[in-house]
């Protein structure tokens, strides 16, 4: 049997992407979810999950809500400029049934971790709030954890300020938890804006995406969106999916490629506040991957996101 995948996520449009990558299996297994605020506010977030998961079938998939706000300051916003108001583009996907799991998300990871009898990896890909929560409340589930695979930070610069890599920004505090002063040891991978920027889907592949089926049509319509909302802001003709990218390199590490490194997150107020700083050679508890084989990337999104179609 396959190892286990936790995700905690935002959705948000390329988290949408992610979810379904990984419902596309097989190297891990997904049985949880949790969601945070971030791309849009929290019973957004938790609903578009739920909603992905029934779009691939996988409306058993249980999916528990987080943290709606940062650790110890207010966010200044949601990532509407990018995502809509409903983080999704406002594209059409089926009503999820029932309900989300009633625990809160770090608590819903926890047992997650302590139930399962096989490894399991938790890949984070919204602000690093439940996983901060998640290390400070429950260290002993945390410490058990055969890998976090965290998508967020930079070593050039950043995409909501100049400095400041978005999932970083929204909550610097958890994040320096979680990658400079965990306080559990937990092998971690940071996937930076510097690969993932660079893992842009092109026109034909959103075509061959729309293609496929009801749910390429559904990641059709959502990126084309994205890719709009990206080229308004003057970021150019991109779509990057940078959440799938931090899946894949749970999935498929060969295809990234990551160095030790000791990060450190920007916690003051003024304009650098999110940004993070790679010093490579020096030991830390992440190796921070900012580069990988790009076309093999973007190969592996279509190939799994067609086989959810078939
Ligand atoms: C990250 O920010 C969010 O808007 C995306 O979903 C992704 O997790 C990229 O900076
Ligand atoms: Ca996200």
Redesign the pocket.
């Known amino acids: 049997m396959a190892d286990a995948l936790l995700i905690d996520c ?1 959705p ?4 949408m992407i992610a979810l379904l990558v990984a419902c596309a299996g097989p190297e891990l297994d997904l049985v949880g979810v949790s969601t945070v605020g ?2 849009a506010g929290l019973a957004r977030t938790t609903r578009n999950a739920r909603a992905v998961l029934a779009l691939a079938g996988r409306a058993d998939i249980p999916v528990a809500a987080g943290a709606a706000r940062p650790l110890v300051r207010s966010s200044t916003g949601f ?1 509407a400029h ?2 809509g108001e409903d983080g999704l583009g406002g594209i059409d996907l089926p009503t999820p049934p029932g309900g989300p799991d009633p625990r809160h998300g770090a608590a819903f990871l926890a047992d997650s971790i302590r139930a399962a009898s096989r490894p399991v990896t938790l890949v984070a ?2 602000p690093l709030t439940n996983i901060a929560l998640l290390y400070a409340t429950f260290p002993d589930a945390a410490a058990r954890l055969a890998r976090l695979v965290v ?2 930070g930079s070593v050039g610069t950043g ?2 300020t100049r400095a400041a ?3 970083i920004w929204w909550d610097p505090e958890a994040a320096h938890r979680v990658l400079t002063d965990p306080g559990v040891e937990v092998p971690t991978t940071q996937v930076t ?1 510097d690969l ?1 920027l660079r893992c842009t889907l092109p026109d034909a592949a959103v075509a061959r995406l729309r293609a496929g089926g009801p749910v390429g049509a559904r990641c059709a319509d959502a990126l084309d969106f994205y890719g709009r909302a990206y080229r308004e802001q003057g970021s150019g003709d991109v779509t990057p999916v ?2 799938a990218i931090a899946v894949l390199a749970a999935l498929r590490p060969e295809l990234i490629r990551s160095r030790p490194a000791r990060v450190l997150v920007d916690t003051t107020t003024g304009a650098e506040r999110g940004a993070t700083t790679v010093e490579a050679g020096r030991a830390g508890p992440v190796a921070v991957a900012d580069d990988g084989d790009v076309p093999a990337l973007l190969d592996e999104v279509v190939r799994r996101l067609s086989r959810l179609d078939r």
């Open positions: 935002d948000g449009i390329d988290d971030g791309n990532g990018v995502h890909i919204g998508m967020g995409n909501i890599e978005f999932n804006l993932t940078h959440d």
